[in-house]
């Protein structure tokens, strides 16, 4: 099930990447220590150095300056019935701040 990189997952304990299990906690039992160990440092490493929040931006925006980004646009381009569309503020959605947050967080 789901997409099979081809190739060797690791070279020094001959594990190929169609060796692994398909299912997701079986997928992850089967790889090695030295795997998790990579997949724990290289996340923290994101949390750390390259996606560290910075306490004057709001909470989740993470997004370094001079990148083109925007977590909360100005407003939304909505398509009508009659094949236009429509520039709609967050006030006119339910598609508010608050709405988006809380599905944040409940991911």
Same mark, same amino acid.
């Given at each position: ?6 190739? +060797?997952?690791? $070279? ?14 079986? +997928? ?12 724990? $440092?290289?996340? +923290?490493?994101? %949390?750390?150095?390259? $996606?560290?929040?910075?306490? %004057?931006? &709001? ?11 925007? @977590?909360?646009?100005?407003?939304? &381009? ?16 339910? $598609? ?8 944040? @967080?409940?991911?």
């Amino acid at each position: 099930a789901g997409i099979r990189w081809p190739g +060797s997952l690791s $070279l020094a304990e001959g594990i190929k990447f169609s060796d692994l299990p398909g299912g997701a906690i079986a +997928s992850w039992a089967a790889l090695p220590t030295s795997a998790w160990l990579q997949i724990v $440092l290289f996340i +923290s490493f994101l %949390e750390v150095y390259a $996606l560290k929040q910075d306490p %004057e931006k &709001d909470p989740g925006d993470v997004v370094p300056e001079g990148v083109a980004w925007a @977590r909360y646009p100005d407003g939304y &381009d909505v398509w009508l019935g009659d094949g236009s569309t429509k520039q709609v503020g967050e006030d006119e959605l339910f $598609l508010g701040k608050t709405w988006k947050l809380n599905a944040e @967080r409940n991911n």
